[in-house]
């Protein structure tokens, strides 16, 4: 059967409506109507959020393991309907949100799993020392604890496994941090429909109603009063710079300041070094260009900045990733804004007597093609909107003179959420020399593969510096992603009956 949305606000337990609606753009399919959230709906939310920590923050982890498992459970009873009202307003195909659902599924599984080992909690004992002269030590207990109610922000680009029950949630459920979201308005009947499975899981459970709460809105008003609500004390966004940073600084400018985790996407640039370059140059060309098209190029680690030696390797590698690229047919964007966007990008390279254009091509509405430029070393350290990303299948060819230009453009971006180098035996003195400058720009580096797929693994790490992400000292994927939800609380002279329970079981 398939699912219509009732286009409501989830607000600690019950559906409610708002003060208007905004009607869906879906790829196909028919359009819905959803209230617009308002500031009162998002002060039901934030105090039923924060009366909910009273008895959640105190949950056991058993508890609140078996909570993420029956999210999973509920999330996969409704999988049919997700795939049809997702691929409705995305234009993703079944299969990838197939894979979606299954990855959104997993990461909850996994921080149930997490959490019951126990070893996030890095609980340190410094035991008494009575004797100690001249003075005796207390013992002291550390252990982390929730912070408190979180706001998450749906990503556009992952209706699933970033948005409403994605990896920003599942972290903060099971750091025992109840969750309010604010829902994406390019997928909102997905978001929905998982809001719909996480209320399912809170009565088969037991949890406080407070626990979870969905606000849909297409504008501002409501995400804005979100982050200012002083029951919120930590937020987690995934999505574009521009408004990212317009969030972190609401979260800066509040009385009480709070984290901001931001992930705000870079262009993840790829070094070819000259040995690999020789040995593999059509196959690393046809390679790249299957990384820059997946999806659309609407992943925020589409490796767009490729940078190669010149000379007769280089053209090789080039005529290689031309012929893929033009080999590639249209593709439908997730929104007309992301689009037009893509199309204002393109419209920057173009316009610049620097950048070559090696494959141009004409969009037409959410349907676009592949776009390929070419620029100097020299040149693009001279344009700095030319390593500024663009959400979609461009790519960037910069040719430089040697190993030595390499480095210094290295040391040259901006913070990335990842950093690839191609490599023979041969380059490896070259990849040394390069590995320092990119450690430092980058969360992730990786070798001789591409980007775009992030394992949900205990060592992977999808942040990195400024403007990737605001938190350096953080990520959004993988287990070490609850730390963000999480505060050290130090115990001195604590009588046993007095200590939190994580420290007994």
């Known amino acids: ?19 208007g609606t905004f009607t869906s753009s879906p790829a196909h399919g028919p359009a819905h109507d959803f209230a617009v959230g308002t500031v009162e709906l998002v002060n039901k939310a934030a105090e039923a959020a924060e009366e909910a920590f009273l008895s959640y923050g105190y949950s056991s982890r058993a508890e609140r393991a078996a909570f993420l498992e029956a999210i999973a459970d509920e999330i996969e009873a409704r999988a049919a309907a997700i795939t049809q009202i997702g691929t ?3 234009g993703l195909p079944a299969a990838r949100l197939e894979g979606e659902r299954g990855r959104t599924t997993g990461q909850l599984r996994l921080f149930a799993a997490h959490i019951l080992a126990g070893d996030y909690l890095d609980r340190r004992v410094d035991k008494a020392l009575p004797e100690r002269k001249p003075l005796p030590r207390p013992e002291i207990r550390l252990v982390q604890r929730p912070v408190g109610p979180v706001a998450v922000f749906g990503a556009s680009n992952f ?3 970033f948005s409403t029950a994605g990896g920003d949630t599942a972290s903060a459920l099971a750091a025992g941090c109840p969750v309010v979201v604010k829902g994406h308005p390019a997928h909102p009947g997905t978001g929905e429909i998982v809001a719909e499975a996480i209320r399912a899981a809170i009565e088969k459970t037991g949890m406080p109603a407070g626990t979870f709460s969905l606000i849909q809105s297409d504008g501002r008003a409501a995400g804005e009063a979100l982050v200012r609500h002083p029951a919120i004390k930590a937020v987690g966004f995934t999505g574009s710079l521009a408004a990212g940073r317009a969030l972190f600084d609401l979260c800066a400018a509040r009385p009480e300041p709070i984290p901001f985790f931001g992930e705000l996407g870079s262009v993840n640039p790829v070094f070819l070094l000259p040995q690999a370059l020789a040995a593999r140059a059509d196959e690393i060309g046809k390679g790249w260009a299957g990384s820059l098209t997946m999806g659309c190029g ?10 190669v030696t010149d000379g007769e390797d280089a053209d090789r590698f080039v005529a290689a990733a031309r012929e893929a690229l033009a080999a590639v047919g249209p593709q439908t964007m997730l929104t007309d804004g992301i689009a037009d966007a893509y199309q204002d990008g393109q419209a920057r390279f173009e316009s610049r007597n620097t950048v070559k254009p090696l494959l141009t091509t004409a969009s037409t509405g959410r349907t676009v093609l592949p776009n390929l430029f070419e620029i100097s070393g020299e040149q693009f350290l001279a344009d700095h909107a030319l390593s500024e990303e663009v959400f979609g299948p461009l790519g960037l060819v910069v040719r430089v003179s040697s190993v030595d230009e390499m480095e210094k453009l290295a040391r040259n971006f901006e913070g990335q959420l990842t950093a690839t180098i191609h490599m023979d035996d041969g ?3 070259d990849a040394k020399r390069l590995r320092p400058a990119l450690e430092r720009k980058a969360g992730r580096v990786l070798v001789n593969g591409f980007p775009t797929g992030v394992e949900v693994v205990d060592s992977m790490v999808h942040g990195g510096p ?24 130090s115990y001195q002279n604590m009588p046993e009956g007095l200590l939190p329970e994580d420290f007994i079981n």
Request: a neutral charge; charged letters at 15%; glycine letters at 10%.
């Open 466 to 489: 400024y403007p990737a992400s605001t938190n350096f000292g953080a990520t959004s994927v993988g287990t070490m992603a609850i730390r963000r939800f999480l505060r050290p609380v």
């Open 1 to 19: 059967m398939a699912f219509t949305p009732n286009g409501k606000h989830l607000v600690a337990g019950q559906w409610l409506d708002g003060n």
């Open 159 to 161: 209706p699933l496994a």
């Open 88 to 90: 409705e307003e995305t």
């Open 427 to 429: 380059d490896l003195a």
């Open 298 to 307: 609407q992943f925020c680690t589409n490796p767009g900045v490729i940078i």
